[in-house]
């Protein structure tokens, strides 16, 4: 672990253990983001992709945060959605970085961030060791009106951790293989890979930089032991995806929500379509719904789907897309599937976002007491 938690001097209002909801684009929304953090988590405002001048994307994310600026309490009276003068609002940006320019953030971005002022963003989605100009815009044009923005980059393995580090991050998002959507596609499991990237980033801050980077453990986290064991792990805090998923203010849709709430045992189960579905982390699933290319760094987990089986039995992938689309339209569950994580199973109702982040920090306290009492 970090030797201070130095997230419990960023984020005030946060309380301990940290429960901190995933940025899942086309999921998370203002009302989700905004019941976390009123119920003492951090909660997150996915940005999608595209940085682009009239993005829909850019759109959606200030109408959402519009939003959590009206679910959140307002510190004072006379704050309101343009006064730069307020505090930042407890509440992060997520950005999937594919698409990403410094240019296009700068002239795009940037103005919703100075309009929102957001506690911290979060990147995912390129080659960590190339994110030093974005950090850097961040920390250099995002200082004053955010109170000194935070950024976040999320990786899957040690040496993408140290290159965070290098490239100016603040908090490392340590992403174990068990995680729900993107990720590496050569991470291992959050058990081994947060303590290792603790070491690492512990020798960096000592013998090289000589800034403490804190570490947040995602993936396979979804309830009160996972988020203990992630302290145990070395942890500064957590991130859960899947476990809100299922969240009444989730955007998800009435297919996800039954798929998740209706597997059991986790990695391989048997949903009410009748088929054995296990997760499976694989790079096709990009090319079969048309999202622009991930680089190789990276596969998404979802549940097993039709798609990947036709696949698997050599259909072309073209094929597979067409059939994808046309599934959609029609509403043909069966070639429907969702990003979620091995930890779908673990996932048996559908309770509140601020449910969730309470439930999940009594249970964690709970467990690290009994350990305590036990030994
Ligand atoms: C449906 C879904 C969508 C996701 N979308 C994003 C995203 O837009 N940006 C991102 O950084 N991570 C995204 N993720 C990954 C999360 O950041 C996180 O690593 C993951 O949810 C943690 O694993 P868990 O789902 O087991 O809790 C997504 C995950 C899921 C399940």
């Known amino acids: 672990m970090a030797k201070t938690n130095v997230l419990h ?10 429960v901190i909801s995933a940025p899942m684009f086309t999921v998370a929304n203002g009302a989700l983001a905004a019941e976390v953090t009123r119920a003492g988590g951090l909660g997150m405002v996915p940005a999608g992709m595209d940085p682009s001048t009239e993005s829909p994307h850019l759109a959606a994310l200030d109408s959402q945060l519009t939003i959590a600026h009206q679910i959140l309490p307002k510190k004072t009276e006379s704050s309101s959605a343009d006064d730069e003068s307020r505090p930042p609002l407890p509440i992060g940006v997520g950005f999937l970085t594919l698409l990403a320019t410094p240019d296009a953030y700068r002239a795009n971005v940037l103005p919703i961030l100075r309009k929102h002022r957001p506690a911290f963003v979060w990147l995912f ?6 994110y030093g ?33 290098r490239a100016g991050a603040d908090v490392v998002v340590a992403q174990g293989s068990d995680a729900g959507g993107h990720q590496w596609a050569q991470a291992a499991s959050v058990m081994t890979l947060v ?26 986290i979804v309830d009160g032991r996972g988020l203990a064991a992630a302290l145990a792990l070395g942890a500064d805090a957590v991130a859960m995806g899947t476990r809100f998923m299922t969240c009444p203010e ?23 379509l009748g088929a054995e579905w296990i997760t499976i982390r694989s790079s096709a699933n990009d090319a079969i719904m048309g999202y ?22 050599g259909v072309p992938v073209e094929q597979v897309h067409e059939s994808f689309k046309k599934g959609l339209t029609e509403g043909d569950e069966t070639r ?18 601020g449910e969730v982040v309470q439930e999940v920090r009594t249970e964690a306290l709970d467990v690290i007491a009994n350990l305590k009492g036990n030994l």
């Open 9 to 18: 001097e960023w984020f005030p209002t946060a309380k301990w253990p940290l």
């Open 133 to 165: 100009p974005l950090i850097a815009l961040f920390h250099d044009e995002c200082a004053e009106f955010c109170g000194g923005l935070k950024v976040f980059v999320q990786v899957g393995t040690v040496e993408a951790a140290r290159q965070a580090a």
């Open 125 to 130: 989605g390129s080659d960590p060791s190339e």
């Open 250 to 272: 989730a955007d998800s849709n009435p297919f996800v929500r039954n798929t998740i709430l209706s597997t059991s045992d986790g990695g391989a189960t048997t949903t009410r």
């Open 336 to 353: 429907m599937f969702t990003f979620a994580g091995t930890g779908v199973g673990l996932v048996q109702k559908s309770q509140s976002a």
């Open 292 to 313: 622009p290319t991930w680089s190789k760094l990276y596969a998404g987990r979802t549940t097993l789907h039709s798609g990947l089986t036709d696949i698997a039995n």
């Open 195 to 220: 303590p290792e990237i603790v070491d690492a980033l512990r020798i960096e801050a000592e013998f090289k930089s000589g800034k403490e980077v804190a570490v947040v453990a995602a993936g396979g």
